[in-house]
């Protein structure tokens, strides 16, 4: 794939098929991923790759935690709930994902089964947790960087036929993911991916959510009007 291919290509997959993917191929996509840059070169980011059995025992207890009322325990920071414009885009892209899903608004059964979906992650046959060297626990160099890691690997993974969502269900419930996962005490739990082959007839794989135009997200200084 050419780059402007895979970028305006690329969309969050939630729907994925059994099928196992090769390890060789997830360490060609983190190779890639981990050309990324960082701040002077600290490279903070490490990756738990979880598959089969371990990645069951976390979906499993996530959800059980989550349904038993368990407070969420993300070693991150979440900010204040979103409002104004941030809020209508986040109300946005739920909403052409639970049109595509034919949920309605009042359908609390399937709300509650879309939203178990991400504790599940989503079903994909593999999860990348992206960690952080708790030593540099405290710099907003270290987030910014793991972010940039982690568009990095979904990049790679979709310019490889992989489909791939970042998102924070799957990592809730910390003390699951550490114990199953087998996470080292010095690292901080930054972010979850759920990646796999494509199930192109799961219809919210062809939400493509909306973006700001360049002219609403740009400020040009200096520049020749």
Not at 127 to 150: E, H, K, Q, W
Request: hydrophobic share 40%; glycine share 8%.
């Amino acid at each position: 794939m050419q780059f402007d291919d895979v970028i305006l290509g690329r969309r969050s997959i939630r729907g994925y098929k059994p099928d196992p993917v090769p390890k060789e191929l997830i360490a060609e996509i983190i190779g890639l991923a981990m050309r990324a840059p960082s701040s002077m070169n600290t490279q903070p980011w490490n990756f738990y790759v979880i598959t089969g059995e371990p990645l069951d025992r976390i979906r499993a207890g996530n959800t059980e935690r989550m349904v038993a009322g368990i407070p969420q325990s993300r070693e991150f920071r979440t900010g204040q709930a979103f409002e104004g414009k941030h809020r209508d885009r986040q109300v946005g892209v739920a909403k052409q994902l639970f049109s595509a899903m034919g949920i309605e608004r009042d359908n609390l059964e399937k709300r509650q089964d879309w939203v178990l979906r991400g504790f599940r992650q989503f079903d994909a046959p593999v999860c990348v947790i992206i960690t952080y060297d708790r030593v540099l626990d405290g710099s907003d160099d270290t987030p910014f960087d793991c972010g940039a890691v982690a568009t990095a690997l979904v990049n790679a993974a979709w310019s490889r036929g992989l489909g791939a969502v970042i998102n924070s269900q799957g990592i809730m419930q910390s003390p699951v993911v550490r114990e199953h996962a087998g996470i080292a005490d010095d690292q901080v739990i930054m972010k979850s991916i759920a990646l796999g082959w494509p199930d192109e007839t799961f219809p919210a794989n062809a939400v493509v959510s909306e973006r700001k135009s360049v002219d609403e997200a740009t400020v040009f200084v200096g520049f020749e009007i």
